[in-house]
């Protein structure tokens, strides 16, 4: 699920995206975080767990 809004906001496209998950080597994506320090962590659904790689990760801001 892309949130174009949240994207937008941060000066993010899908094609940067695309790009940070095939540097990674990643494929089957759950889900792909924007760091503190401005880089892209790509997490696969094999390294997912059940959401436990995602336990310190915020939800989106509401973008308005």
Known sequence: MWLPEVMRHHRI???GIRQA?????AGDLA??????????SVITRARYD???AL???SPPLQVK
Do not use: I, P
């Open 21 to 25: 998950a095939r540097s990674q080597g």
């Open 55 to 57: 336990t310190d990760v």
């Open 31 to 40: 889900a792909v975080v924007l760091e503190t320090n401005g880089s892209l």
């Open 13 to 15: 496209v899908e094609s």
């Open 50 to 52: 059940g959401g436990n």
